[in-house]
């Protein structure tokens, strides 16, 4: 049998750099020319750039900004639970009014911008899609 043989990439992209673009993405503005807003609506990718043009409609989260916000608050939740019962004893209703409120707020709080992140990272990498003009 003969070796596999992959298509020669008939151009070479400039390297993006990856922590300008996922900095870009965490703010909400286009990996590409930080101008433009990358979301339509709260978890909603604009199919296009208003800016510069750039198409954003590759992009392939899914799942990964959802664990990735778990895990953060997660360990910050219980971190600061540990260390608030190592300073005293707490009623029972105030706990159940504390860690469920400080969950919801934390985790709205990060899932967009950990998916603009993601999404930064993805059109750096020059995945999903993201390979094309640099226009």
């Given amino acids: 049998m003969s070796e596999l043989e992959y298509p020669a990439r008939e151009e070479v992209l400039p390297p993006r750099d990856r922590w300008l673009s996922i900095?870009?993405?965490f703010a909400g503005q286009c990996?590409?020319?930080?101008?433009?807003?990358?979301?339509?609506?709260?978890?909603?990718?604009?199919?296009?750039?208003?800016?510069?043009?750039?198409?954003l409609s590759h992009h392939r989260a899914d799942d990964l900004p959802a664990y990735?916000?778990?895990?953060?608050?997660g360990h910050v939740v219980i971190g600061t639970l540990m260390s608030t019962d190592a300073e005293g004893v707490w009623p029972l209703w105030l706990h159940m009014i504390?860690?469920?409120?400080?969950t919801l707020i934390l985790s709205l709080a990060f899932l967009q911008p950990v998916k603009g992140a993601v999404v930064g990272l993805q059109w750096a990498l020059c995945i999903y899609g993201f390979g094309g003009d640099e226009t």
């Fill in 68 to 73: 990735i916000v778990l895990f953060i608050v």
């Fill in 31 to 55: 990996p590409h020319c930080g101008q433009g807003a990358m979301f339509g609506r709260y978890l909603k990718v604009n199919p296009q750039c208003a800016s510069c043009g750039e198409d």
């Fill in 23 to 25: 900095r870009r993405g």
């Fill in 98 to 102: 504390i860690w469920p409120f400080m």
